[in-house]
């Protein structure tokens, strides 16, 4: 099972957005509507920031937003904050596999 | 509320098999929907799941380390035991548990573990 694609880098001034981007196949993130989102900051556990594509655990901002088309989701940080700066990793259900994570994303508040 | 914790050696050496266990809190492994599984983190890269343990005893593994992985757990004493064999220093990695539903909605502090001679 191969790692879900994610562009290596991100960033956005505060107050902007930002995308990032999360693409695998028909067998993870096309087949299922199970795309995650952890953030982790450094030398700190993930946090799990949306899950099922788009819902939200309690406590987290609605400034985080999730999406999904085709074999591709999105997570949308709007009114960036310094402390959103972060690594961003997406994750999608597999099928018997369970579970396949993304390379992961660097988000830079300039 | 939910709290995991990953114990176990900081040090093993090649070829040698890693036992790692993560003790729980807050919630029960015998509860309908319940999972906890592992994940692990080599030193500045992605994270890697490893496996995972449904309530049920249903257990699943990433197929490019299955033949060396094995998951049990222990509902008594709230404990997830992960074992891996032969182990390599490609190994050195950040190991984490988490609960499962329908995410991995909570994680423990990650336990670093070096292969090294």
């Known amino acids: 099972q191969s790692a879900l694609t994610q562009p290596p880098s991100a960033s956005g001034s505060p107050g902007q957005s930002v995308t990032i981007s999360c693409t695998g196949t028909?067998?993870?993130?096309?087949?299922?509507?199970?795309v995650s989102w952890y953030q982790q900051h450094p030398g700190k556990a993930p946090k799990l920031m949306i899950y099922?594509?788009?819902k939200r655990p309690s406590g987290v901002p609605d400034r985080f937003s999730g999406s999904k088309s085709g074999n591709t989701a999105s997570l949308t940080v709007s009114g960036l904050q310094a402390e959103d700066e972060a690594d961003y990793y997406c994750?999608?259900?597999?099928?018997?596999?369970?579970?396949?994570f993304g390379g992961g994303t660097k988000l830079t508040v300039l | 509320q939910i709290t995991l914790k990953e114990s176990g050696p900081t040090l093993v050496k090649p070829t040698q098999t890693l036992t790692l266990t993560c003790t729980f809190s807050?919630?029960?492994?015998?509860?309908?929907?319940?999972?906890v599984g592992w994940i692990r983190q080599p030193p500045g890269k992605a994270l890697e799941w490893l496996a995972l343990?449904?309530?049920?005893?249903?257990?699943r593994y990433s197929p490019s380390l299955k033949s060396r992985l094995t998951i049990t757990k222990d509902t008594s004493k709230n404990q997830v035991v992960l074992t891996m064999t032969n182990m390599d220093p490609v190994d050195t990695a950040t190991y984490y548990c988490?609960?499962?539903?329908?995410?991995?909605?909570?994680w423990g502090q990650g336990t670093l573990v070096t292969v090294s001679s």
């Open positions: 988490a609960h499962r539903i329908a995410a991995f909605d909570y």
């Open positions: 807050g919630f029960s492994l015998s509860t309908s929907g319940v999972g």
């Open positions: 343990i449904y309530w049920d005893d249903d257990k």
């Open positions: 028909s067998s993870d993130v096309g087949g299922y509507n199970y």
């Open positions: 099922e594509v788009s």
């Open positions: 994750s999608s259900y597999a099928g018997s596999t369970i579970e396949v």
